[in-house]
């Protein structure tokens, strides 16, 4: 008998979901599911090794994309959040 897991994309996941990966036959990822505002498709908070408190990371989604599936939803245009994202593990 196969070991079949499903799981939805997240960004930047918890080494979790690779144990589950590994520990499965068949691995289904949920990508045709409905996106979620304020979930973890598009976001996280990780710890930096210079300070104590976890910050966000969050890719910001295009307008009007709350009911349509994960994988037809799309970042936004605005390109700024790629370095905050790198300036966070830096500061």
């Avoid at 090794?49 to 295009?62: H, Q």
């Amino acid at each position: 008998m196969a070991k079949i897991c499903l799981h939805q994309p997240i960004f930047f996941p918890y080494l979790g979901v690779f144990q589950k990966i590994r520990e499965s036959d068949i691995f289904v990822l949920m990508d045709d599911d409905q996106y979620s505002k304020n979930n973890w498709f598009n976001r996280n908070r990780i710890k930096t090794l210079l300070k104590s408190e976890a910050k966000w990371f969050t890719i910001p989604i295009a307008k009007a994309q709350s009911f349509k599936p994960i994988n037809e939803v799309q970042v936004s245009s605005n390109s700024s959040w790629k370095s905050k994202h790198l300036n966070i593990f830096y500061s």
